[in-house]
């Protein structure tokens, strides 16, 4: 039987570098596998869809859809910058990107 140098452990004993995992290694894994099951089951959650209960519930959502889009009109009508916005982001969400100069456009940075 060997004896081991100074500073080496003993790989014949079942504490040794020889045994296959410590209670350690089992605790991290433990605690790893836990926080990826932590974060699937938050993931399956926020991705799911939202359940609307009651017709009360759904006609409040809808009323409330209704009145923001109604300060939607108010704010157009009262900022017209604000009404342009809105038919660009309504242009490049159909997939229209005009490039084209406007009247009202302001200069572009560094153009002489």
């Known amino acids: 039987m060997r004896t081991p140098l100074a500073g080496?452990?003993?790989?014949?004993?079942?504490?040794?570098?020889?045994?296959?995992?410590?209670?350690?290694?089992w605790i991290g894994i433990g605690i790893i596998a836990l926080v990826i099951v932590g974060a699937l089951l938050l993931l399956n959650q926020i991705t799911k869809p939202y359940d609307v209960k009651t017709e009360e519930?759904?006609?409040?959502?809808?009323?409330?859809?209704?009145?923001?889009?109604?300060?939607?009109?108010l704010q157009q009508i009262l900022d017209p910058a604000a009404k342009k916005s809105v038919e660009v982001q309504q242009d490049l969400r159909r997939g229209i990107y005009d490039d084209?100069?406007?009247?009202?456009?302001p200069p572009e940075a560094g153009a002489k």
Do not use: I, N, Y
Not at 60 to 68: E, I, L, S
């Open 8 to 25: 080496q452990l003993d790989c014949s004993t079942p504490g040794g570098v020889d045994s296959l995992m410590s209670s350690h290694d």
């Open 57 to 73: 519930e759904f006609q409040q959502r809808k009323q409330m859809g209704a009145r923001t889009a109604g300060l939607m009109g």
């Open 100 to 105: 084209e100069e406007e009247p009202d456009d």
